[in-house]
């Protein structure tokens, strides 16, 4: 199955309540999941794949810390073996207000829905990049008619 994105923009959420890019706020016990990824992108652009941010993600938040490369290995196939969400249901595109680009070696970056450069990206101006939008907040009621 292929995890990664390529040359890919994912805009934010119709139903985005933020106007602007906005950080994802800690809990009581701890880093949040959106916190997590919001750090690991925002200081480190363009180093992470999609599969590389959604495991290092879930390492972060559970607190693990492999003893060895043999446990990583086991740790990430477990990870993987099941059905994850991909970063359209992020909350940084649903709620936060942050696009993410993902570059033709499906590396991931942060943009702010307020800046030029996410416009850019959002309008389809920039050649090569498919534009999708972050899955809605709410689902839309579907009526019989």
């Avoid at 559970?62 to 099941?82: I, Y």
């Amino acid at each position: 199955m292929e995890w990664n994105y390529y040359n890919t923009f994912i805009a934010v959420a119709p139903d985005c309540p933020v106007d602007c890019g906005t950080v994802p706020p800690d809990r009581q016990g701890g880093m949040t999941k959106p916190r997590i990824e919001f750090e690991l992108l925002s200081k480190q652009p363009y180093t992470f794949t999609q599969k590389e941010l959604l495991f290092e993600v879930y390492m972060r938040h559970k607190g693990f810390v492999p003893a060895d490369e043999a446990e990583a290995v086991r740790l990430r196939e477990e990870f993987f073996a099941k059905p994850k969400a991909c970063m359209r249901a992020s909350m940084l595109p649903k709620k936060y207000g942050w696009g993410i680009h993902f570059d033709e070696a499906g590396k991931a970056a942060l943009f702010p829905v307020e800046s030029p450069a996410y416009r850019e990206f959002a309008e389809g101006e920039k050649n090569g990049v498919q534009v999708v939008a972050a899955m809605r907040n709410k689902r839309e009621s579907v009526r019989e008619a």
